[in-house]
Each structure stands twice: as C-alpha cells, then as structure tokens.
C-alpha cells in the first residue's frame, strides 16, 4: 500500500540527541486519516510501540522514553519525525514506523508489512 522509509538513525553518545524521520511516498496528506508509530526492537528483544500520533492528534508515549521523546509530523511533506533526546544506551535499538488505524498502531499488529528501519546505537 503506503510505502515508509525510516531514515535518521546513527551512532550518538550517552546525552546526545537526534531526529528519526519517516517518509510517506505517497501524494496526498495521508496522515491526516492514518495513525502512525514508532516502535524499536533491541537485540533479544520484542518490538515495542515507542510513540504514537493519531490522524486527530492523540499522543501515546512509552513510559522509559516519556518527557525525553517527541513524535510530531508535518502533513504538507507526508513525513512524521521521532525527536529524541537524552538518549541513554537502554534506547539502543532498531527503530520503525508504521500506519494504520488507532488501535492497530497501539497494539503494533495488524500491519501489512515493515520496512527495514534505521538503527540508532547510544554508547560512548
């Protein structure tokens, strides 16, 4: 259907920050009727629902990433942005992001496919 391409991810110190990015390649505001999230999978780890946005504005944070995290997006460019600051080494892991409706994006099912993500390491 809609394809996403992750991009952003990258070695950064204990502290640091960065912006992850997630491109929409598609004409048309196509999050303004879609939800989107951002989940990471660390090594050995299930993947987790990292941040949410609903088509109306909703918010959904996890817990460890809440205050430090921002997810936002710009319609006009069909991209939806993971601003994350303070990283900590605990945050080491692939990071994705997918579309759908509220509750499939919460639960993190229910979704066509996934891309291949972009990893982001926090170490010094």
């Known amino acids: 259907q809609v394809q996403l391409v992750e991009s952003g991810g990258c070695l950064v110190q204990p502290g640091g920050s960065l912006r992850l990015s997630c491109a929409a390649s598609?004409?048309?505001?196509?999050?303004?009727?879609?939800?989107v999230g951002w989940y990471r999978q660390a090594p050995g780890k299930e993947r987790e629902l990292v941040a949410a946005?609903?088509?109306?504005?909703?918010?959904n944070y996890l817990g460890s990433v809440k205050g430090r995290f921002t997810i936002s997006r710009d319609n006009a460019k069909n991209t939806v942005y993971l601003q994350m600051n303070s990283l900590k080494p605990e945050d080491t892991a692939v990071y994705y992001c997918?579309?759908?409706?509220?509750?499939?994006?919460?639960?993190?099912?229910?979704?066509?496919?996934w891309g291949q993500g972009t990893p982001v390491t926090v170490s010094s």
């Open positions: 997918n579309l759908g409706n509220w509750y499939s994006v919460l639960r993190g099912s229910d979704f066509g496919s």
């Open positions: 598609v004409s048309g505001s196509i999050f303004r009727i879609n939800a």
């Open positions: 946005i609903s088509s109306a504005g909703s918010y």
